[in-house]
């Protein structure tokens, strides 16, 4: 019997890509090891969208080698087309798998080494990958991509030629997907693609609608869809990311608080607080438009929680500019950011644009910007004190504690060390401490 092992470098699109390698290859008769050195099989999903992540595979696979020299090597995830990659990486990979071209590893399989350059048969069409029932990780809290790709093009972003073009799922399988996992006892269903919020249910997938009414047969877009989820019988919450701005409709906002397993919390990510940096980034939308969403958010979802994506420090970010977005942070209170410095990513736009703010100077404003969130994010966490939540436990921290998220997607520390349900199980706490990212929380 053969074992493989998995890396995963990355978002959660390329998480749930490795649970559909994992499934595929148990299915070909491999099993998990644990432990990476007595793997026979090693898979990289590699992440491309920052030059940090994309470093990480050069120290890594020559240590993988080096726990095993026998070791079988295969390079997948966003940098499984770079040619430079394949340049610097070389021989010391065994198979380079484009994201979702399993068949790859059936030539491997059959003994076909070494396999770098054998083609992709061209089976699974691109997206029905997707439909590969997954491993998941977690026995209560699964991803669900509802697409692959990107067709927005933003300057600075890789995955439009890391991942191609927008391929969405029929809601068909997904419902299908979501209704199994909830059969099983699943707690917390997290529709994930690039824009959530264009996903469509088009020609190239109607042929799938078996079980759709005709009103759905034709077209399903995301609220569609999200009332579909949110329709299936069982006790368990949804969430979905991320979202684009300028595709976040008025339809889905006002529908929001009707459906009543979608939690309180929206990522938006605006990348940037100044309409002149936001135009070069091609993001399509005005900060007064980004400002007049989060108000309808918060009309239509009172304490929902904004968590948001910023890039600072791109190229020809002036004080001034920079400054907008600490004004955003200031205005919009968000409960958490995922600030990244810019790091100019082969073959996009932005690629050509002078890289011009100083490392030194994308720290700095990194961290003004934490400052900012820190306090914000405090601020509202204080909001808590003394109420009472339900949490999905989630399992034990460092500290030995247990701990789970509210549907605001706020961590919360349990403060008894006993808990009569466990893992995977929704309780009641009430909040008796706050900090700026997280809470702690007695049994009710
Ligand atoms: N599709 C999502 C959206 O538009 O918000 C985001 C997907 S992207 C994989 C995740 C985040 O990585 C982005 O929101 C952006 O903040 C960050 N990112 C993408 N390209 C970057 C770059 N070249 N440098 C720094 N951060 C980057
Ligand atoms: Fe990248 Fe922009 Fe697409 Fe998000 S919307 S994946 S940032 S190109």
């Not at 470098?9 to 290859?25: F, H, P, T, V, W």
């Not at 491309?48 to 994309?54: Q, Y």
């Not at 080698?65 to 090597?73: C, F, G, L, S």
């Not at 070494?114 to 061209?122: H, L």
């Amino acid at each position: 019997m053969k074992t493989f092992h998995i890396i995963t470098i990355g978002c959660q699109m390329n998480k749930s890509d490795s649970e559909r390698i994992a499934s595929y290859l148990e299915n070909l008769g491999f099993i998990l090891a644990e432990e990476r050195p007595k793997a026979d099989l090693v898979i990289i999903t590699t992440c491309g969208v920052r030059a940090s992540a994309e470093n990480r595979i050069f120290g890594l696979i020559p240590r993988i080698r080096q726990e095993n020299p026998a070791v079988k090597i295969v390079l997948t995830g966003c940098l499984s087309k770079r040619e430079d990659i394949k340049r610097r990486v070389g021989n010391t990979v065994d198979a380079w798998m484009p994201i979702g071209e399993f068949s790859i590893l059936d030539s491997m399989i059959s003994g076909q080494y070494p396999i770098s350059n054998i083609q992709y048969s061209g089976e699974l069409r691109s997206g029905e990958y997707l439909n590969v029932t997954p491993k998941y990780s977690s026995k209560h809290s699964a991803y669900i991509p509802i697409g692959n790709g990107c067709d927005n093009y933003c300057t600075y972003c890789v995955v439009p030629y890391a991942r191609g073009r927008e391929v969405y799922r029929s809601a068909d399988d997904i419902l299908k997907e979501v209704k199994g996992l909830v059969e099983k006892g699943y707690k917390e269903i997290n529709l994930i693609a690039q824009n959530v919020n264009s996903y469509r249910y088009d020609e190239n997938t109607r042929k799938n609608a078996n079980d759709l009414s005709r009103e759905h047969a034709d077209k399903v877009d995301f609220v569609d869809l999200l009332k579909m989820v949110n329709d299936i019988p069982g006790n368990f919450w949804v969430r979905f990311s991320s979202s684009h701005p300028k595709d976040m409709s008025d339809e889905l906002i006002k529908i929001l608080p009707q459906l009543t397993k979608v939690c309180e919390h929206i990522h938006l990510p605006a990348q940037a607080g100044d309409d002149d940096v936001l135009r070069v980034m091609n993001r399509n939308y005005t900060i007064e438009y980004y400002k007049a969403l989060i108000k309808k958010i918060r009309q239509a979802v009172p304490g929902a929680a904004i968590t948001t994506d910023i890039i600072v420090g791109f190229p020809g970010e002036t004080r001034e500019q920079f400054a907008n977005t600490l004004k955003l942070f200031k205005e919009v209170k968000f409960d958490m950011a995922y600030i990244a410095q810019y790091s100019p990513r082969p073959g996009t736009a932005a690629e050509k644009f002078d890289d011009n703010v100083t490392k030194e100077e994308k720290k700095k404003r990194e961290e003004e910007l934490t400052a900012v969130l820190r306090k914000t994010a405090f601020e509202n966490n204080r909001k808590y004190l003394g109420k009472t939540v339900d949490i999905l436990v989630e399992g034990k921290n460092r500290r030995g504690k247990w701990f789970g998220r509210t549907r605001t997607d706020k961590n919360v520390e349990v403060k008894s060390d006993k808990l009569e349900t466990g893992n995977g199980e929704f309780i009641r706490v009430k909040i008796t401490e706050v900090r700026d990212f997280g809470m702690k929380g007695e049994v009710i």
